[in-house]
């Protein structure tokens, strides 16, 4: 049984430093993660309180490219 004090003695320390390291890069990830979560609910919020102020595509109609059949046409 004192081989087992001993080894405890031993691995105690480093299974606590590892056991708070992981505690604390958990923290980090899940406030990270609710962090991002509400980043895009409020930017969800913002695109859903002004309309885009692109024109849409169908109204705007876009220029040939270079080297179409259209473009050489013109």
Known sequence: M????T??????PSVGVGLVFWLA???IFRA???ERAMEAEVRRELAAE???PRPDAAQAPS???PG???ASRA
């Open 50 to 52: 002004r309309p885009d």
């Open 32 to 34: 990270d993660r609710k």
């Open 63 to 65: 220029a040939p490219s």
């Open 7 to 12: 080894y405890f003695q031993v691995l105690a």
């Open 25 to 27: 890069i958990r923290a």
């Open 2 to 5: 004192e081989t087992f004090w």
């Open 68 to 70: 179409s059949a259209d």
